[in-house]
């Protein structure tokens, strides 16, 4: 995932492996473009410090996942393309990760930064699938992601 561009130079191994997640969900679902969707479904679908805050949140995963399916799965098939393209809100919100690691003094993004760069985002799919969700906010998320362990 580091690619020519270095793209992801400055994420983690965990961060980097949902990125990759969330493209190989983008082609699944025949898009071009990775977008904020595909990350939110990779970050419910992997084991990482995202799917553990989420969790233990009390989000309902299961139920998320296919919500956001059912919004975007109008068309499903394997494309192959070996270049990860961004929308500009999937561009927008590892712009907010970037700017969460470097708030948290983190040498690294993690899929914690995702998540909050997800959140912060508010205007793509995943921004409306978590802000539905009561009682979520960014600074519940930020204190969840300090007592779960990585």
Not at 46 to 59: I, N, P, Q, T, Y
Not at 101 to 127: C, M, N, P, S, Y
């Amino acid at each position: 995932m580091r690619g020519k561009t270095g793209l992801f130079n400055d994420f983690n191994p965990e961060a980097i492996k949902v990125m990759s997640l969330a493209k190989k969900k983008a082609d699944k679902l025949c898009r071009e473009y990775v977008n904020t969707e595909h990350i939110l479904l990779a970050l419910i679908d992997m084991d990482c410090l995202a799917h553990r805050v989420l969790k233990s949140l009390g989000l309902d995963l299961l139920k998320l996942r296919q919500d956001i399916l059912d919004i975007i799965s109008d068309m499903i098939k394997e494309t192959t393309t070996n270049e990860m393209l961004l929308t500009p809100r999937t561009k927008t919100v590892l712009r907010y990760a970037r700017e969460e690691a470097q708030r948290t003094k983190h040498t690294l993004v993690d899929t914690g930064d995702i998540l909050i760069g997800l959140f912060l985002e508010q205007e793509g799919v995943a921004a409306v699938f978590l802000r539905d969700r009561p009682n979520l906010d960014v600074e519940v998320i930020r204190g969840e992601i300090l007592i779960i362990p990585e």
